[in-house]
């Protein structure tokens, strides 16, 4: 057993122990994203119990399992990942018809959020099988909570990994730009300097990114999207490690100071991004502040 986390493991033990864990069901189990203290008491006594784990990396797994003290077998690991999900999603089914208790996990974080595991939840659901999901860490709302959001409600949308063709990418970005809410992203390292020159258009927008988040070099900042190339280029272990990115709101627009008249006209008969485009074109406004505008119209009561 691990020293380090004995204790732990004996709390787990007393805490979550005397609960239910029914057979034949998938345990869909959240992780540390970097910090293995972060790990719940549920979670590390499913760990222990469960007959199988599918893990997105079995190394990976291993290396965790071992430093909390859990002990298992080679063959109780399957790997389910991007490219085999299908397949290793059958092997799964087996071993719950079989009656045992399998845990899904991904390398780091929540399974099924731009992680492998959806798929696997889907099929195990669709043959009527039991889904129980342990939360836990996601950096997701690890970044969220520390964005300082403030608009009402706090609302946001998840991303995820903008698309790596720069068409596909540059229509993306064009649609988070008339995007009221806040919207969550994922980039890889290397990537990192490529999606900073893409957000751009940006401008004054806020965004908030978090590296290597609950690590040790755990860094998270809050500027405008025009500085984030002067962000990445003061440090150059600053391309290093994963983001994980939060970009707030647009800034309301005053409506006294947007023409709105042809908006008004237009919205009526076409639907809301057509009558935007047309709007821009005719009164020379800014499509991002007619775009809100148009949803703040929308929600008005008719008189």
């Excluded at 990115?245 to 709105?260: F, I, K, Q, W």
Aim: neutral net charge; hydrophobic residues 45%; contains cysteine.
């Amino acid at each position: 057993m691990s020293t380090l986390f004995g204790a732990a493991l004996a709390a787990c033990t007393a805490a979550a122990g005397a609960q239910y864990y029914p057979q034949a069901t998938l345990y869909v189990v959240a992780t540390p994203i970097g910090n293995l203290a972060d790990i719940s008491l549920r979670a590390l006594h499913v760990l222990g119990l469960v007959d199988t784990i599918a893990c997105e990396d079995t190394r990976h797994t291993q290396t965790m399992l071992r430093a909390y003290g859990i002990d298992k077998g080679q063959g109780q690991l399957i790997a389910l990942h991007q490219h085999n999900e299908m397949q290793a999603t059958q092997l799964v089914l087996d071993r719950l018809h079989q009656g045992q208790r399998v845990a899904c996990v991904s390398d780091a974080g929540t399974p099924g959020i731009s992680d492998p595991g959806a798929r696997l939840v889907a099929a195990v659901q669709a043959q009527g099988l039991r889904v129980v999901p342990l939360p836990g860490p996601s950096s997701v709302t690890t970044l969220l909570c520390a964005a300082g959001l403030v608009q009402t409600p706090a609302s946001f949308i998840f991303v995820g990994f903008l698309p790596t063709k720069a068409g596909e990418r540059d229509l993306a970005i064009q649609e988070l730009a008339m995007q009221q809410r806040a919207a969550v992203l994922l980039e890889a390292p290397h990537r990192m300097e490529t999606l900073a020159r893409a957000l751009a258009p940006l401008g004054a927008r806020t965004i908030t990114i978090g590296r290597e988040l609950t690590k040790q070099f755990e860094e998270i900042a809050t500027f405008k999207v025009q500085d984030m190339p002067h962000w990445l280029a003061q440090d150059s272990q600053r391309l290093r490690g994963e983001f994980t990115l939060v970009l707030h709101p647009a800034a309301p627009v005053a409506e006294s100071g947007l023409d709105t008249r042809a908006l008004e006209l237009l919205l009526p008969h076409l639907p809301l991004k057509t009558a935007v485009k047309l709007a821009a074109q005719i009164s020379g406004a800014p499509r991002n502040a007619l775009y809100q505008a148009a949803l703040t119209l929308q929600t008005k009561p008719s008189s």
